[in-house]
């Protein structure tokens, strides 16, 4: 099972849409799952960004392939309560299966 997200933004950049590829990274397993998707969709380590989260900016044509490689698709706002929540210490699945 993927423990890899890709959140719905919409980024200007370079006239693209940009969007977040991104793990909660519980293990440094998942870390490294990151980089395999990433590599399975074209990007290079040095694209990986660690400020504020570990993550990649992809298109949203890539966030497209990235589903489809199993990327679990979420809202902005659900992925930044992602993130808050495993940076707070809480159980991070709670979340994503609908439970507040």
Request: glycine fraction near 6%; proline fraction near 3%; aromatic fraction near 10%.
């Given at each position: 099972m993927s423990s890899i997200?890709?959140?719905?933004?919409?980024?200007?950049?370079?006239n693209?849409?940009?969007?977040h590829?991104f793990?909660?990274?519980?293990h440094?397993?998942?870390?490294?799952?990151l980089?395999g998707?990433?590599?399975?969709l074209g990007?290079?380590?040095?694209?990986?960004?660690q400020h504020?989260?570990?993550?990649y900016?992809?298109s949203q044509s890539?966030r497209?392939?990235?589903?489809?490689?199993?990327a679990?698709?979420?809202?902005?706002?659900?992925?930044?309560?992602?993130?808050?929540?495993f940076k707070?210490?809480?159980?991070?699945w709670w979340?994503?299966?609908?439970?507040?």
């Amino acid at each position: 099972m993927s423990s890899i997200y890709v959140d719905d933004a919409k980024n200007e950049f370079r006239n693209m849409k940009m969007c977040h590829l991104f793990p909660i990274p519980t293990h440094s397993h998942q870390i490294m799952e990151l980089h395999g998707m990433a590599a399975m969709l074209g990007l290079r380590i040095e694209d990986f960004q660690q400020h504020h989260y570990p993550h990649y900016d992809i298109s949203q044509s890539l966030r497209k392939k990235a589903i489809e490689l199993g990327a679990k698709s979420v809202t902005v706002k659900d992925g930044a309560k992602l993130r808050r929540n495993f940076k707070q210490g809480k159980e991070w699945w709670w979340t994503i299966n609908g439970n507040n």
